[in-house]
């Protein structure tokens, strides 16, 4: 569609004269808006749960940086190869949630949000991450130059947990030399508070597993063949926790 502009000039005393001209038609190569942006997001995604590449071939440059949830790095030939359909059992989808960009020249940096619906074998879950994309513009093609993949951090479902175990974990563990981990009980539940710091409920996620809301990371109790508590526990993490046998 062409736009006529009309401008009025002054001629002589007054007189005005009108002159039209034809501007050129409005032209998307040179630019990008945030929905096209977040339309083809959405393709990318999209095209996960069955294994496409096509997309992902399309909108990443050859030379891409991707950064996963799972702190991997990866170039472009890495990441097709770690796109396949999902197993049979498994369906889910992604819809992309609270985009932003910012748009200047032949860059624009697309940040949004990754709502995941999952369903394994009947069972439903779901994750939230959030992904930020740089695009540039090369050849007239606009192509992801690198991305990062963070994951919002979500409790686990509280699980059941043998009540009668719990005085078994009561103790004073050692975090480092001179850094103590204190493992209480009262009125059926058990806390930890490390140092002089404050008392912080556990919340079990299964038999002898725990985790703090809001925390990521779990405590693990570990027991001895024999079935008792070991002299140890563990993080998930991996640290080890040497109980203080003065005051267990």
């Not at 472009?76 to 999902?86: C, F």
């Not at 109790?221 to 526990?233: D, H």
Request: charged share 25%.
């Amino acid at each position: 569609m062409l736009r006529t502009i009309v401008a009025i000039s002054m001629v002589g005393f007054g007189m005005l004269s009108p002159v039209s001209r034809q501007q050129a038609p409005e032209q998307s190569t040179d630019g990008i808006t945030q929905g096209e942006l977040v339309r083809r997001t959405q393709e990318l995604v999209d095209a996960v749960a069955v294994g496409d590449q096509t997309p992902w071939k399309k909108y990443f440059a050859e030379d891409c940086m991707y950064f996963d949830e799972k702190g991997r790095n990866m170039n472009k030939a890495a990441l097709l190869a770690d796109l396949s359909p999902m197993p049979k059992g498994y369906s889910g989808s992604i819809a992309i949630a609270n985009a932003k960009s910012r748009i200047e020249g032949g860059v624009a940096i697309l940040s949004y949000d990754e709502d995941e619906k999952e369903v394994i074998f009947g069972q439903n879950l779901t994750a939230r991450y959030h992904e930020t994309d740089t695009w540039m513009r090369r050849n007239g093609s606009w192509q992801i130059v690198a991305s990062q993949v963070l994951r919002y951090y979500e409790d686990p479902a509280p699980g059941k947990a043998d009540v009668s175990k719990f005085a078994a974990y009561v103790g004073t563990y050692e975090l480092a030399p001179g850094v103590s981990l204190t493992i209480s009980m009262d009125g059926g539940h058990i806390y930890r508070r490390r140092g002089e710091g404050p008392k912080e409920l556990l919340t079990p996620e299964a038999t002898d597993i725990f985790f703090r809301k809001g925390v990521e990371g779990r405590i693990l109790f570990q027991y001895a063949g024999s079935g008792q508590l070991e002299e140890t526990m563990k993080t998930l993490f991996g640290e080890k926790l040497t109980r203080d046998r003065a005051n267990s």
